[in-house]
T-cell receptor
Framework: QKEVEQNSGPLSVPEGAIASLNCTYSDRGSQSFFWYRQYSGKSPELIMSIYSNGDKEDGRFTAQLNKASQYVSLLIRDSQPSDSATYLC????????????FGKGTLLTVNP | DGGITQSPKYLFRKEGQNVTLSCEQNLNHDAMYWYRQDPGQGLRLIYY???????QKGDIAEGYSVSREKKESFPLTVTSAQKNPTAFYLC??????????????FGSGTRLTVV
């Protein structure tokens, strides 16, 4: 069973701090990873994608991928109360059928 | 504007009743997916389709059926065989099943409740 595991949380950080969200995956053939943000009662929204080892930055968000350790992370700098949401990590496995496997999500609360 | 439309937003099902959830996209995407989300369970794949007139079972297909007669449409039927259908159902699409660095675009979801 190919799995994506996220630190269960919930995670609480003060406004302006760095929030660190982590994810591990079991399928060594996984090639691309995605971070989605999901507000309560809403559908997931794609915020970052990464498929090469190293860091990828987009505004206040940095995704990190380490394929040797099978580890993906998302850093949110200068956290804002509007960042409070559940963050879902997802990976696409090897093979010809493209389908994402999602972790259970980490609830982040940013306190003003 | 292009996007994915799911309807209805809320749906109530009686015991023993089949219901169909609609998913329509105007993004010209090839691949479409149905996920179920339960509290604390993350998203679990029900069915997916990479091309018209073809679809595959996901991890939790029992009690569900789908069709893909048109590129734009991928309806999901929740049958009476699905014993615990209360959940948030999400439809998603992707531009090309061969592009690994593209994520999904999600619809706004349908919340199904058994009454």
């Amino acid at each position: 069973q190919k799995e994506v595991e996220q630190n269960s949380g919930p995670l609480s950080v003060p406004e302006g701090a760095i929030a660190s969200l982590n994810c591990t995956y079991s399928d060594r053939g996984s090639q691309s990873f995605f971070w989605y943000r999901q507000y309560s009662g809403k559908s997931p929204e794609l915020i970052m994608s990464i498929y090469s080892n190293g860091d990828k930055e987009d505004g206040r968000f940095t995704a990190q991928l380490n394929k040797a350790s099978q580890y993906v992370s998302l850093l949110i700098r200068d956290s804002q109360p509007s960042d409070s949401a559940t963050y879902l990590c997802a990976g696409v496995g090897g093979g010809s059928n493209y389908k994402l496997t999602f972790g259970k999500g980490t609830l982040l609360t940013v306190n003003p | 504007d292009g996007g994915i439309t799911q309807s209805p937003k809320y749906l109530f099902r009686k015991e023993g009743q089949n219901v169909t959830l609609s998913c329509e996209q105007n993004l010209n995407h090839d691949a479409m997916y149905w996920y179920r989300q339960d509290p604390g369970q993350g998203l679990r794949l029900i069915y997916y389709s990479q091309i018209v007139n073809d679809f595959q079972k996901g991890d939790i297909a029992e009690g569900y059926s789908v069709s893909r007669e048109k590129k734009e449409s991928f309806p999901l039927t929740v049958t009476s065989a699905q014993k615990n259908p209360t959940a948030f159902y999400l439809c998603a699409s992707k531009e090309s099943s061969g592009q690994l660095n593209y994520g999904y675009t999600f619809g706004s979801g349908t919340r199904l409740t058994v009454v």
